[in-house]
């Protein structure tokens, strides 16, 4: 059983279309986080919400477009994309954002962008 | 800088055998934590097991048990008794503390085969 949900798990998109991944955790968490995860590449991290503020944005494009309202949903925008977009998107959250805290992750969204 | 080194893009082994994955790593804190994440085919990233720099013992979950050698700069995966679902990919992971947020630098991967 996981506690952290993603949706869609599979997205497939042109260039010029606009899109959104969606992430839940059910675990009562304070802090989630976005990563890509691209073929043959370590896991990248992208943003971090604590309580529902940006405290990390990793130097990513501004074609991805993070949105957390809520401390338990957090959303990435996708416009404009490039091919080498295309990855497995994953969302994790921890209790808070202190160096022990254990990151749970979802199922991940694999998207290709054609 | 932090890193996270895994040499074993796969591993083979045989069912009921254990089976041991290696991670190294490199930081200049004296304060770390170092975990392992199993990733099914599926693509979830499923938590193993956590060692903290400053725990005296070796972390053992079930059966995963963490061989952690400090000056080695070595967190190797131990897994015993591997049935045919531990099949897939490994990373190690660290925390890295050179920025206020809780974030984790990940390796590259061991992909696992377990044979029956």
């Known amino acids: 059983e996981t506690g952290v949900t993603q949706t869609p798990r599979h997205l497939v998109m042109g260039m010029t279309n606009k899109k959104s991944l969606k992430c839940e955790q059910h675990?009562?968490?304070?802090?989630m986080y976005w990563y890509k995860q691209s073929a043959k590449k370590p896991l990248e991290l992208m943003f971090v919400y604590s309580l529902e503020e940006r405290v990390e944005n990793n130097s990513v494009p501004s074609r991805f477009s993070p949105e957390c309202p809520n401390s338990s949903h957090l959303f990435l925008h996708l416009h404009t994309l490039q091919p080498e977009d295309s990855a497995l998107y994953l969302c994790?959250?921890?209790?808070?954002?202190?160096?022990?805290?254990?990151?749970?992750f979802g199922p991940g969204t694999r998207l290709t962008v054609l | 800088a932090q890193k996270i080194t895994q040499t074993q893009p796969g591993m083979f082994v045989q069912e009921k055998e254990a089976v041991t994955l290696d991670c190294t790593y490199d930081t200049s804190d004296p304060s770390y934590g170092l975990f392992w994440y199993k990733q099914p085919s599926s693509g979830e990233m499923i938590f193993l097991i956590y060692q903290g720099s400053y725990d005296q013992q070796n972390a053992t979950e079930g059966r995963y048990s963490l061989n952690f050698q400090k000056a080695r700069k070595s967190a190797n995966l131990v897994i015993s008794a591997s049935q045919l679902g531990d099949s897939a990919m490994y990373f190690c992971a660290m925390r890295d503390y050179g920025g206020a947020t809780n974030k984790l630098i990940f390796g590259t991967g061991t992909l696992l085969a377990v044979q029956p």
């Open positions: 994790a959250s921890s209790q808070g954002s202190i160096i022990t805290d254990t990151q749970y």
């Open positions: 675990l009562g968490h304070n802090a």
